[in-house]
Antibody
């Protein structure tokens, strides 16, 4: 059974960098064809896709966050990570990591669906 | 930035059928990108409900079904049960944004 677990500071000061790690268990992060993804949800609001990465180095980010987002993967620890710079109160949210499953049609990757998800971790931006 | 529009809320009595719409555009659902659906119970992470427009993962009751037509998709819940009370989100891709996108979310209330 594949499980994901987010970890990182629950409180970040404005203008600083938010750093989170997602630990994957039950499967090697390098196995199969998946994207490893970050999604967030402010309290009482909807879901927002942050970005994704593959273990081969491919990355895609939400254009609204691209200038502040960096992702990385550590296959030796079966983990992937998120860094979001210059945070403000608007970045306060529950942050989820998830695995993106996708199909290839005629060799072209079709954007996929998220399963499973981590339980989420609340990050508050406040001084 | 939600480019998939859902009704804020739908409600129905136990045993009834409800549907949730997800309206996109010619650069998202209308461009042929698949629609996926998630159920989020209070205080928990979203859970995959439907993928590839119509496919139920193992363990999801057949009371849940998905469909897609043109620039829209729908999730139907038949035989509504108390445990179906949750938030539901659709998800797809928008080629004009080059981003995976979620719907605005719909709260289902069981009367």
């Amino acid at each position: 059974q594949v499980q994901l677990q987010e970890s990182g500071p629950g409180l970040v000061k404005p203008s600083q960098t938010l750093s989170l790690t997602c630990t994957v268990s039950g499967v090697s992060i390098s196995s199969g064809s998946y994207y490893w993804t970050w999604i967030r949800q402010p309290a009482g609001k909807g879901l927002e896709w942050i970005g994704r990465m593959s273990t081969s180095g491919n990355t895609n980010y939400n254009p609204s966050l691209r200038s502040r987002v960096t992702t990385s993967v550590d296959t030796s620890k079966n983990q992937f990570s998120l860094k979001l710079t210059s945070v403000t109160a608007a970045d306060t949210a529950v942050y989820y990591c998830a695995r993106e499953n996708f199909n290839r049609i005629f060799g072209v990757i079709r954007p996929g669906w998220f399963d499973p998800w981590g339980q989420g971790t609340l990050v508050t931006v406040s001084s | 930035q939600s480019v998939l529009t859902q009704p804020p809320s739908v409600s129905g009595a136990q045993g009834q059928r409800v549907t949730i719409s997800c309206t996109g555009s010619s650069s998202s659902i209308g461009a042929g990108f698949d629609v996926h659906w998630y159920q989020q119970l209070p205080g928990t992470a979203p859970k995959l409900l439907i993928y590839g427009n119509t496919i139920r993962p193992s363990g999801v009751p057949d009371r849940f079904s998905g469909s897609k037509s043109g620039t829209s998709a729908s999730l139907a819940i038949t035989g509504l049960q108390a445990e179906d009370e949750a938030d539901y989100y659709c998800q797809s891709y928008d080629s004009s944004l080059s981003a995976l996108v979620f719907g605005t979310g719909t709260k289902v209330t069981v009367l």
